[in-house]
């Protein structure tokens, strides 16, 4: 029912140049909201449906759970403009890594603070950027090798400087510590080269790898930076800044350990680490946590290459149960890719759960709800784009859709347009 879907107008208060978001009344399923827009659109493009009531949600629980530390919101993650904002209208702040990062926030929040809410937190970073960043006035950014802090001799010598700290993050599914971090030994020569070049070492940050599947990362992590505290005292450094980084999960289904596990495990160390720390402001940049479940996809089937047209002509239930169902393969090709926002089937080994939404009156799946081995292809030319080998799945028809939960982190934001293909389509919905 169309009428149920109305633009949300305390949003349309809120952001008046913005997109319009759909009030969904209470009771509607996910597949009842991609159906309507499917109906809506009447084109077989893919699309996504945010669901931008997800952000405060977040955000909310976030400050139940850690009152203390501040949000600094990974912008890499996904840059919806709403995500962005609301982050913002709710007091918190940005990781960005680049020129374009900091421009986007920079555009839909021209009157941030950037020397309170902003943090470049990459440590390798061109001078290009470094003088952009200096030039918005961003006060705080993270070092982990030495040649970073001659350059920031030369091109930011102000700059408020953590020292970015190596972590146990094998267990993630991305682990970052292979690429970036100093040891012990490198933070020692990191706090000796600051003092002769009259830098400003103000604290340290560590990321324990995005999608952390290890209770003890967190514990570990904070014990390291606890010694890098102590060592910085030897060097005349005080240090008054913990940044925690991300790898919380962005939702809790089937991920252990859980946010709340994971908050528990973080307020133990602190307490156990840095029992006095009413000087310390200690900050995170969670990504995925904001944006991985407020996103779904929703796209089509654009071709099939079906093995069992035969099996679909028995016209007897005993002719259909005496298949061999294992041996029926049916072959899917749908219009988004893993050169689009599925990319994390490569990436992370991403298992997205599919809800297939088939055509109302759909001859050939009429009353069979048998699910068979199926493949689905992306629409590309490659035929590396798998986006599923062997998933089950009913008997599907082109112009059937499917629903795949939850890419809202790392999805939109790696898309690429190869051979073509994007999905450039929105929908926005505020949930009651
Ligand atoms: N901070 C830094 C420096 C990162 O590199 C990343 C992810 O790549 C994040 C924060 C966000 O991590 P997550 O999405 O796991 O919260």
């Known amino acids: 029912n169309k009428k149920q879907f109305q633009v949300d107008v305390q949003l349309k208060k809120i952001f008046p140049d913005h997109t319009d978001v759909y009030h969904v009344p209470h009771g509607q399923s996910d597949q009842d909201i991609a159906r309507h827009f499917i109906n809506e659109i009447g084109t077989d493009d893919p699309f996504y449906i945010v669901d931008v009531s997800h952000y405060p949600k977040q955000y909310m629980k976030w400050k139940c759970y850690f009152p203390d530390i501040q949000v600094f919101y990974a912008m890499k993650t996904n840059d919806n403009d709403f995500l962005i904002k609301i982050i913002e209208r709710l007091g918190g702040g940005f990781d960005c890594a680049s020129i374009n990062e900091l421009k986007t926030v920079l555009a839909l929040c021209p009157d941030i603070d950037c020397s309170k809410r902003i943090i470049y937190a990459h440590p390798c970073k061109p001078i290009s950027h470094i003088k952009y960043f200096q030039e918005k006035n961003v006060q705080l950014t993270v070092v982990d090798n030495e040649d970073e802090l001659i350059k920031l001799e030369k091109h930011w010598p102000n700059v408020q400087i953590l020292i970015r700290l190596k972590t146990k993050d094998s267990k993630s599914l991305i682990s970052f510590s292979d690429k970036f971090g100093a040891n012990e030994h490198i933070a020692t020569r990191l706090f000796q080269l600051a003092k002769k070049l009259n830098l400003n070492i103000v604290g340290c940050a560590f990321h324990v790898g995005t999608g952390c599947y290890?209770?003890?990362?967190?514990?570990?992590?904070?014990?390291?930076?606890?010694?890098?505290?102590?060592?910085?005292?030897?060097?005349?450094?005080?240090?008054?800044?913990?940044?925690?980084?991300?790898?919380?999960?962005?939702?809790?289904?089937?991920?252990?350990?859980s946010f709340s596990q994971l908050a528990q495990t973080i307020q133990q160390s602190l307490d156990e680490y840095f029992p006095q720390r009413e000087n310390i402001q200690i900050i995170a940049e969670p990504g995925r946590y904001f944006a991985a479940a407020s996103m779904d996809l929703v796209a089509s089937i654009i071709a099939c290459r079906s093995n069992n047209k035969d099996y679909l002509n028995f016209s007897s239930k005993e002719e259909k149960e005496n298949v061999d169902k294992d041996l029926i393969d049916n072959i899917y090709y749908i219009n988004e890719s893993t050169y689009g926002s599925l990319s994390n089937i490569l990436y992370e080994n991403t298992t997205y759960s599919i809800t297939c939404l088939r055509k109302e009156h759909s001859q050939l799946v009429e009353h069979d709800e048998t699910k068979y081995k199926s493949i689905v292809y992306g629409p590309t030319c490659d035929s590396l784009d798998i986006v599923s080998l062997g998933v089950d799945l009913p008997?599907?028809?082109?112009?059937?859709?499917?629903?795949?939960?939850?890419?809202?982190?790392?999805?939109?934001?790696?898309?690429?347009?190869?051979?073509?293909?994007?999905?450039?389509?929105?929908?926005?919905?505020?949930?009651?």
Not at 231 to 239: E, G
Not at 403 to 425: D, E, I, P, R
């Open 395 to 432: 008997l599907l028809n082109i112009g059937d859709h499917l629903l795949f939960y939850h890419v809202g982190a790392y999805s939109s934001s790696l898309s690429m347009k190869f051979n073509g293909f994007q999905t450039t389509k929105y929908y926005y919905i505020w949930k009651d």
């Open 214 to 257: 290890d209770d003890n990362a967190f514990q570990h992590a904070l014990q390291f930076a606890q010694q890098i505290f102590h060592i910085a005292k030897k060097y005349q450094f005080h240090l008054t800044i913990l940044d925690i980084g991300g790898g919380f999960p962005g939702f809790d289904e089937d991920h252990r350990p």
